[in-house]
């Protein structure tokens, strides 16, 4: 039995980057003794193991405000009711193999501090991409959206936790859908893109993912409807076109600002994405386009980069902004 509970609950996440501080299966006691209100959602699972409703939604941000807090120092954090609550650690995840990108572009040397700028399309309420990327590598980070609650929400999160403060900055979109245009301005320089784009189509297909996710968490109370709620608003599960069409529009809008930006990057959700991104790339004229794999268990994720610059181009932008 001991063995079998070894191989179910591994003591390290398989696929995830080796920086990640999420590697290690989650210390309950160590969570609950840097936020004691974690205790009230930890309970033992079927398999003896100490663990939360993974369904409940109050549970899920606690326990992210226990990991903020107990990994990164943020003492105060939180997000409206309904928004998206995302896993940390697929969140690190993206960040550091971001870290490792530039650091091919810097002779194998992670670039550092502020003078690497990053984007955050959809930041999102929650702010975790700028809260992980300034916590590891000190970035500098500028916040783009199109909702004002999950935009002031964020700058909240900046506002009330001085390791966070003055250095993200957030610009409101005031063209949906476009992702670029207002956000880049022709005279700045971004080291890197990333975005988490919206996952689904409709709202519709959106509800239909909910429900898969219920029964992969083995849910059968159908006809409660908090237990369907796994966070995000519209703006950040669906929008027209789905995956596809949004990041195809990404593609062509970035070659308009092939010099602002060092590497775009996209996360892609459906393998089946991949085909239209890439020929989309191959369009618009990138110099090299780069697909790096994430894993976290069973869960397989990608995020696809590109970047017009030539060789030379980009070791002299490294050249200028980082040495």
């Known amino acids: 039995m001991p063995q079998d509970k070894k191989i179910i609950f591994p003591q390290e996440k398989s696929g995830l980057h080796a920086r990640n501080r999420h590697r290690s299966r989650y210390d309950f006691p160590a969570l609950i003794a840097s936020s004691p209100e974690l205790g009230a959602f930890v309970a033992e699972n079927k398999w003896g193991d100490l663990s939360i409703d993974f369904a409940a939604p109050m549970a899920v941000k606690t326990l992210n405000r226990a990991l903020l807090r107990h990994f990164y ?7 409206p009711a309904d928004y998206l609550c995302p896993p940390i650690p697929g969140r690190a995840d993206y960040i550091h193999h971001l870290a490792d990108l530039l650091a091919d572009s810097n002779a194998g040397v992670i670039p550092q501090g502020k003078n ?16 992980i990327g300034l916590r590891e590598y000190g970035w500098r980070f500028t916040a783009s959206e199109i909702d004002e609650v999950s935009m002031a929400a964020a700058k909240k999160i900046v506002a009330t936790n001085p390791l966070l403060t003055n250095q993200v900055r957030f610009r409101l979109q005031a063209k949906p859908p476009r992702i670029f245009e207002t956000i880049i301005r022709h005279d700045e320089r971004y ?10 189509g409709s709202a519709a297909e959106a509800a239909a993912g909910t429900q898969r996710k219920r029964q992969n968490l083995g849910l059968d109370r159908r006809n409660d409807k908090a237990e369907l709620n796994f966070g995000g608003q ?14 195809v529009r990404m593609v062509e809008e970035s070659a308009a600002k092939s010099h602002n930006c060092l590497w775009y990057t996209v996360l892609i959700s459906k393998k089946t ?36 610059l030539t060789p030379a181009q980009q070791k002299a932008w490294s050249v200028k902004r980082w040495r």
Not at 116 to 126: M, S
Not at 234 to 247: K, R
Not at 284 to 299: D, I
Request: with cysteine; hydrophobic share 45%.
């Open 73 to 79: 120092q943020i003492e105060n954090w939180d997000i």
């Open 116 to 131: 690497v700028a990053i984007l955050d399309i959809g930041v999102g309420a929650n702010c975790i991409y700028p809260i």
């Open 191 to 200: 080291d890197a893109v990333l975005c988490n784009p919206p996952f689904h």
């Open 234 to 247: 519209q703006n950040e599960l669906w929008c027209e076109g789905g995956e596809e069409a949004f990041v």
């Open 273 to 308: 994405t991949l085909p239209l991104i890439y020929e989309a790339l191959e369009e618009a004229g990138a110099n090299n386009v780069r697909t790096v794999e994430m894993a976290q268990g069973q869960k397989i994720s990608r995020f696809v980069a590109w970047t017009f």
